[in-house]
């Protein structure tokens, strides 16, 4: 079965910020188990994409930031409820407790957060955290 891993990765920036690499497997089908965290809305998005590849890139990475964002929540992946805000920026619906942003190219995606302060993900291979006070 196919699994989605994130890999936290070390960086420069402050200790409150988490970073993760997530892989992507583009033999992977979107009926995968592993995309039963998707909502409803999630998979339809997914499905929008003309690309295979690029439905895969972005149902990864979304079902990697449901995982990471239920651990600290303590809550389940599909209990994970995101809207958008003003700028169609993926937000939690009923929290405020963390800020994150993700990119996707190429074979792999990115996942920034941080409870205390407004992080962005500028490119695969960096990230720009900006404080959120």
Do not use: K
């Not at 958008?84 to 074979?107: C, E, K, M």
């Not at 302060?117 to 500028?122: A, D, E, M």
């Amino acid at each position: 079965m196919y699994s989605i891993e994130p890999i936290a990765l070390p960086h420069d920036g402050p200790s409150d910020v988490s970073l993760w690499r997530v892989d992507l497997a583009f033999d992977a089908s979107l009926d995968n188990a592993a995309f039963a965290q998707l909502s409803d809305e999630e998979r339809a998005r997914a499905q929008s994409f003309r690309r295979h590849e690029d439905a895969l890139r972005f149902a990864t990475v979304r079902v990697a930031l449901r995982e990471q964002l239920a651990r600290y929540l303590g809550i389940t992946a599909h209990a994970v409820r995101l809207t958008l805000d003003a700028n169609r920026r993926p937000r939690l619906a009923d929290s405020d407790a963390y800020d994150f942003n993700v990119s996707h190219a190429g074979w792999h995606g990115l996942i920034a957060m941080s409870p205390c302060r407004r992080v962005g993900v500028t490119a695969i291979n960096s990230i720009g955290i900006r404080s959120h006070r």
